[in-house]
């Protein structure tokens, strides 16, 4: 049966809506590109495949970046691959540097650029130098608003940027292209500790999503969290954005932080696969889930991870850390 919204629209605009003609771009060039083993079994079948992993959200999984930033469907699929894969960092209590998010990364995604791994974590540690240890709820509601509204916070780093040096507050500057990601602007010592008017900022950023072609969090809720200050900085806004409820509900990529740990349809999976490996389950003591980390490099993809070199816990002293760290309270 059709939905109301497939009901509602041309063909061609529910089709571009739902970015089918990248997904069927990328299908042919794979079935191009493995044309021998896939005649074994069929186009019809490839196809098949493809698209039921397209549904599932396993299409992303090491993949290049340019591929995994190219529809909204497959940021949602990534960041939630890489809370499945990783939420144990956030369930044992580690915490981990910029650098070593970084490294988790490149596990799903071995050419995931680093300024974009830097923008998230500076939400989190703001002042802070860019080496000290962050937990995983943290950097993970961080990075959703940098990577899945990154063509947005451009944009809105620039209209800062001309409200704190008082330029006309209705320029709109826009990114032209989603696969460069502009450095953001420099914000001085007065910029970080003044800020700027909330009710300007908020009418500059209505005007944005308005005219904004990419991804931006919903108006309304935007509002909302420019409306609870008179005065804010830009980081002060994208933490505020990582932590309001509404907008990580509107994404629909992660759960709430209080089920960040919790993910029972994996610990069932990672059960029955465990359960296949002759010998494996009883070396297994404690949660079948730390299995979860990736330990090889990934088929046909090479893979600059390196092993981490320490593992850290966290305790009363955290060393740096900014924000909440009691995941393994949950």
């Known amino acids: 049966m059709l939905s109301p919204e497939r009901l509602a629209l041309p063909d061609y605009e529910y089709l571009a809506q739902r970015h089918v003609l990248t997904y069927m771009e990328d299908a042919v060039c794979q079935l191009l590109e493995n044309r021998e083993d896939i005649s ?6 490839f196809f098949t495949e493809y698209f039921n992993s397209v549904c599932q959200g396993t299409h992303i999984l ?3 970046f340019s591929f995994i930033q190219a529809t909204p469907h497959n ?3 990534f960041l939630r691959a890489f809370w499945r894969c990783f939420r144990t960092v956030g369930k044992n209590g580690d915490l981990l540097t910029m650098k070593e998010y970084h490294c988790l990364l490149q596990l799903l995604c071995p050419d995931f650029p680093l300024e974009l791994t830097q923008k998230a974590a500076r939400i989190v540690l703001m002042d802070d130098a860019m080496d000290c240890l962050m937990s995983f709820s943290d950097f993970l509601f961080a990075f959703q608003i940098q990577f899945y509204y990154s063509e947005f916070l451009d944009s809105v780093a620039a209209i800062y940027q001309d409200l704190l040096s008082g330029k006309n507050p209705n320029t709109v500057i826009v990114p032209t292209s989603s696969g460069q990601h502009r450095q953001r602007p420099a914000l001085g010592e007065a910029g970080m500790l003044e800020g700027v008017e909330a009710s300007l900022f908020c009418q500059c950023l209505e005007n944005l999503c308005d005219r904004h072609k990419y991804s931006c969090p919903p ?16 980081y002060g806004f994208l933490m505020a954005l990582s932590k309001h409820h509404g907008i990580n509900q509107a994404l629909g990529a992660l759960p709430d932080k209080g089920d960040l740990m919790h993910d029972p349809a994996m610990d069932e999976e990672l059960e029955r696969l465990l359960a296949q490996v002759p010998g494996l389950v009883n070396s297994v003591t404690a949660s079948p889930e730390a299995s979860c980390l990736p330990s090889r490099t990934p088929p046909r993809v090479g893979s600059p991870w390196r092993p981490l070199h320490h593992s850290r816990k966290v305790d009363g002293e955290s060393d740096g850390s900014t924000e909440e760290t009691d995941e393994s309270e949950a």
């Open 75 to 77: 940021r949602v699929s």
């Open 40 to 45: 074994q079994y069929g186009i019809a079948r």
């Open 219 to 234: 108006p309304a809720l935007v509002k909302e969290v420019l409306s609870n200050v008179q005065r804010l900085t830009f």
């Open 62 to 64: 090491f993949r290049e």
